[in-house]
């Protein structure tokens, strides 16, 4: 292998080679490799670093406790609207708008992994999707998406979604 000290580990307890092994002497050896690498690692301290986005919600608790900034997402959900999504449910244009601009509230794209995608669906699930936004007044479709933010910062904080940024 590629690792000395794994080398070094297993020649002095003799665990190179072909010899078969009974079920309860391979299960000591390995006790015994295994308790030797840990000891060796505890020595040599390995370091790994990941670049990572934790998505735990808090941005959106921030976003949930500034009315002003939940009446701007309104709007902006209400300016959709002149782009001919009329017809659209309530919870296909918010969803829309959120997969769109989740990042600049403190999600995640719904396109970086499949759990940002199950959480949408989660959380949209129990959302009415039979009523229309034409025929929503301003401040029910503010309640509506503080309820559906509310639901996604819950979601966010009992698991949290990484994202890995190197790729």
């Not at 505890?42 to 900034?69: F, H, M, P, T």
């Not at 959120?98 to 959302?127: P, Q, T």
Request: proline share 1%; charged share 30%; hydrophobic share 40%.
């Amino acid at each position: 292998t590629d690792f000395p000290i794994l080398n070094d580990i297993l020649k002095a307890h003799e665990a190179e080679g072909d010899d078969k092994l009974g079920q309860a002497q391979f299960a000591q050896l390995l006790q015994l490799v295994l308790q030797d690498l840990a000891a060796a690692l505890a020595e040599n301290r390995v370091v790994s670093i990941q670049n990572i986005k934790i998505v735990n919600g808090s941005k959106l608790r921030k976003l949930l406790a500034d009315k002003k900034q939940l009446e701007d997402i309104a709007e902006k959900i209400c300016q959709q609207l002149s782009g001919g999504q009329q017809a659209r449910s309530c919870s296909g244009v918010i969803r829309s708008y959120l997969e769109e601009h989740g990042e600049l509230l403190g999600l995640l794209s719904s396109k970086v992994s499949d759990s940002v995608m199950l959480l949408y669906d989660d959380v949209f699930a129990g959302i009415d999707t039979k009523k229309s936004i034409a025929g929503l007044e301003k401040n029910e479709l503010e309640e509506l998406v503080k309820e559906i933010l509310d639901k996604l910062a819950r979601q966010l904080d009992a698991s949290p979604v990484l994202q890995d940024l190197d790729n």
